[in-house]
């Protein structure tokens, strides 16, 4: 969304979309995050005093819900929340993993429900197809983690070299190298784990 002095973007970061506000005045341009945590905020309408926007999570299907301009969101919808009352789900942890060559990679780690610390658990290691579209809080009715953990594995989804939200150079570093660092990132996450 745009008007004269200013833009609204959904923009990918660090593993979760949110929205932007980027204003231009004076030759000088402002960038400023608006929607804040582990959540992908997608499709959203300005609205008075903030966006109505779609929200989701690893966690939760898509809701809607009131984003106010200082950050803060309120949930409209809550269609869901009587199915949620009768699951289990495991935790998901947000973890920083060092690569082959010394950078620091976000990796998504979904536990079991009532994971138990001192057993052994079968592990997926999620490999994003793309190849250049992040590994974020997205709810996925095909590429579902918590169904997959709920089958007693641990998922360990690493958002490897060739992702956005992580910077251009990140990005780019997959072309023309698909079989390379990226890889070796897959094996620095599950050796990680």
């Not at 004076?26 to 926007?53: L, P, R």
């Not at 301009?69 to 919808?77: D, F």
Request: aromatic residues 12%; proline residues 4%; contains cysteine.
């Amino acid at each position: 969304w745009a008007n004269k002095d200013e833009i609204f973007a959904g923009v990918p970061i660090g593993g979760s979309n949110h929205v932007f506000e980027v204003k231009y005045e004076k030759g000088e341009i402002e960038i400023k995050q608006i929607s804040k945590g582990d959540h992908n905020y997608n499709h959203f309408e300005i609205a008075k005093g903030g966006f109505v926007v779609e929200r989701q999570d690893m966690n939760n299907a898509t809701e809607i819900f009131f984003l106010k301009e200082n950050g803060k969101a309120k949930a409209l919808t809550n269609v869901n929340n009587a199915i949620y009352a009768n699951l289990k789900k495991g935790k998901v942890e947000k973890r920083m993993v060092k690569t082959t060559d010394g950078k620091d990679m976000l990796t998504w780690v979904i536990y079991p429900p009532d994971f138990d610390p001192n057993k052994k658990y079968p592990t997926l290691l999620y490999c994003q197809g793309g190849p250049q579209s992040q590994v974020s809080q997205f709810y996925s009715f095909r590429w579902n983690f918590q169904l997959m953990a709920a089958q007693g594995y641990i998922i360990v989804a690493p958002n490897r070299r060739g992702l956005p939200g992580f910077g251009k150079e990140w990005n780019e570093q997959i072309s023309k190298d698909w079989g390379g660092q990226a890889m070796q990132d897959y094996l620095s996450a599950i050796d990680a784990v």
